[in-house]
């Protein structure tokens, strides 16, 4: 069973009772929203958009939103509308057709979104709720009052869900406030997020929201960056949260790189050398400050090293290669920066294999995210431990991504997992040494590594394994050139194919003129097989069309292998193929043309 994540979005912004006002922001925070969380590398979640809608189709959605869902599911539901109190203090959200004297009937009651969040399957449910508690709408609007306890958490916190694993509600505004458009509620301005909606989607976006630094941002991480900017943006709206959840739920992945240090700066005295006016003095500092970049406390170290960078670029020519050599030994070092587990049983378990982290301890730590779901790591006392999934059957190919103070890394992991039932040895596998000491707990390795757990996609449909002959002619022999060599093979059969249209015209031409001096006697098809117009019309044809397949063989094997190949690799292929495809296309069109024109007149002139 995969993991899912599924998003609803429900903004409305447009009423048609003339004393609810027409809100600004919806429409952009749906947009805002909608972009982060289908963003594969930050949210990944499949999202649905309900802009303007009735309240009857309102409910359907939302229904049908929780309801098929599996203990796997992650599903997060948005509102950006206005929040209306019934007579009785219920909370009931606005549709497009909601009139308030007929709240029951016209708009959606929390109590019916919290019923379809208790009775799905899925394992997590989120709700957000930045919608106008009280005074978003005109006092003229007798049955519904503006002022008042809307307890807007206790609406949702009333009941546990029954068959999934959590929940949780962030709203944007506490009970008895304001959620801000802007920094103020009037009307007539531009369009623009919320204060709520803008702290979610920048938080999301830039990856600022992923406090601790562990490559996610967590329910926790989002609501505490959340609260942080709305208080600081208007300190008259106080986001809430209320929770029931086991374990923690990551909500985003990072896109903010490398991690972050909080580091401790050269001491007072160190920095006075550094500006002294004797070069002598200047390079005992820095000699100094490589010491400090060796050290095991890694704050004193990144504070080193930052002062390093600093030399590095204003320091004279000796001091600025010594920081620099210094900066060097500080980089990701992965070793072996390629795993590969040969051939192995479904739903087996594969020995693991051990990834040193070379270099002093600020070049040990990092973070590792896995990039496909099938990758398992454990840190060790001097690296990674790298295991694989055997759960579905195929070639695996995928990339653990490490990401450091300085820099990031790639270790490139390949498996062939096999039916269980099938005959034969597995395949030899190769040699890794492995001197490594015992493994260390989570707990005790966590200043050094850090495993981020892989994104929640499917894993790849399975596929009929390859033969280790062909798995040896196609990954091991130079991968990547493959798409390189075929866009080139592509282009050259292009040139070729343009060059024999040109011949074809040549001779046809001159074939056509000794018709024309033969008078009636002539025959124009003995004139274009005399002057041998048609071989190379045949040959334009054959190699402009062998030309688009070869180079659409290129762009598909740099497609499905693009982890093989370099960005200056990959960027020349596509160069290469669409000339290739530029040169043949028309090349194909003339020459199909010329044929057609001998066909139809050889016969007649």
Known sequence: MT???????????????????????????????????????????????????????MRRRIQGFFNDRRRADTLLLHFSCHGLKSESGELYFAASDTEPPLLAATAVASQFVRGCMSGTRA??????????????????????????????????????????????????????????????????????????????????????????????????????????????????????????????????????????IVAIPSPP???AAMNSDEFLTRRGAVTELCTRLQRPELPVAEGARQHLAEVAHNEVQPLADQAAAALSEIRLAPSPDHLDFGRVKRGS?????????????????????????????????????????????????????????????????????????????????PDVPNDSPPPKTRAEDKRHTVVVEPPRTPPRPEEPPRSTGDRERTDRKTPSRRAPALAGAALALAVTALAMLVMTIQRGAVAVAERADAGVYGNVEDDIRGQGALTPLIVCLITGGAALIVGAFARHDLHERREHYTSRAAGGTHSLTSLAKGLAIPALILAVLAGIAYLVGSSHW
């Not at 429900?10 to 006002?21: F, S």
């Not at 709206?237 to 086991?246: D, G, H, R, V």
């Not at 301890?361 to 973070?367: F, I, K, Y």
């Not at 990758?375 to 450091?404: F, I, K």
């Open 3 to 57: 993991d899912s994540r599924h998003a609803l979005i429900i903004a409305n912004d447009r009423y048609t009772d003339q004393g609810l006002k027409k809100l600004r922001a919806p429409a952009q925070d749906a947009a805002a929203l909608e972009r982060v969380l289908h963003d594969p590398q930050i949210g990944d979640f499949e999202v649905e958009v309900v802009h303007n809608a009735s309240a009857d189709l």
């Open 123 to 260: 394992g997590r449910s989120v709700l957000f709720l930045d919608c106008c508690y009280g005074g978003a709408f005109s006092r003229g609007s007798a049955s519904v009052r503006a002022a008042g306890d809307v307890n807007v958490l206790e609406s949702f916190a009333k009941d546990e869900p029954v068959s999934g694993r959590g929940w949780a509600v962030i709203t944007a505004s506490d009970s008895m406030e304001y959620s801000f458009e802007g920094s103020e509620l009037a009307e007539n301005s531009a369009p623009r997020p919320s204060v709520f909606t803008h702290a979610v989607v920048e938080g999301l976006e830039t990856g600022e929201a992923d406090l601790d630094g562990d490559g996610n941002v967590s329910l926790d991480d989002l609501y505490e960056y959340v609260y942080r900017h709305v208080r600081e943006q208007n300190p008259h709206q106080t986001p809430k949260k209320a929770a029931e959840l086991q374990g923690e739920l990551h909500l985003a992945h990072s896109r903010r790189g490398g991690i972050k």
């Open 269 to 271: 005295s160190l920095r």
């Open 349 to 429: 378990a594969p020995p693991g294999r051990s990834v040193t982290m070379q270099g002093p301890p600020l070049a040990r730590h990092c973070v590792v995210q896995p990039q496909q779901p099938w990758l398992r790591v454990d840190p060790t006392q001097s690296g990674l431990e790298v295991h694989v999934d055997t759960a579905a059957t195929g070639h695996l190919s995928g990339n653990l991504v490490l990401r450091g103070v300085a820099d990031e890394s790639v270790i490139h992991v390949e498996a062939e997992v096999t039916p269980a039932d099938e005959d034969g040895p597995p395949k030899p596998e």
